[in-house]
């Protein structure tokens, strides 16, 4: 859990899988792109920092968060080699409903994808208050978000080749 004096970039590439033989996907919302923008440079510099190449690197956008599941699932199903997905989003909270039932309808959706997936589909999706706490959390004061679901992924990667 993240906490208000703790930089999410910060990692220990010596206690991470060696990535060279990782492919790994993003898929990006559109929606708050400054946001979600920074997340990605976040997440593909920790991938590429621990090894993964940059051609297995595969980006694939999306209009909005919502949109993040259906992306997901599109990309595992066309890329046998995949290793790991991170969804990256950023829904901001405003005045009606629409903030519960985006936030509820991807999170539930992730999650059918890792039951369901023989790969990690890394969740990413800032889901604040404000516009300024999402840019402390994709590259600000407190860091990217980005970078540590790349480190997630690197670690959950390794997992499913061991078991």
């Not at 999706?125 to 516009?131: E, I, K, S």
């Amino acid at each position: 859990m993240a906490t208000a004096n703790k930089n999410l970039s910060e990692y220990d590439k010596s206690t991470l899988p060696n990535g060279k033989d990782f492919k790994v996907g993003i898929v990006v919302s559109e929606w708050n792109d400054t946001v979600t923008n920074g997340l990605f440079s976040g997440a593909e510099y920790a991938l590429k920092d621990c090894g993964v190449l940059p051609e297995n690197i595969i980006r694939w956008n999306v209009p909005g968060s919502f949109e993040l599941v259906y992306g997901a699932k599109k990309m595992i199903e066309s890329f046998e080699d995949l290793d790991a997905v991170i969804v990256i989003g950023c829904v901001i909270k405003g005045e009606t409903m629409h903030f519960e039932f985006v936030c509820e309808g991807v999170t539930h959706g992730i999650k059918d994808l890792n039951l369901m997936a023989e790969i990690p589909v890394l969740f990413c999706v800032l889901t604040d208050n404000n516009m300024e706490q999402s840019l402390a959390r994709s590259g600000g004061v407190h860091g990217n978000k980005g970078t540590e679901a790349a480190v997630a992924a690197l670690k959950m990667i390794e997992l499913n080749r061991k078991y």
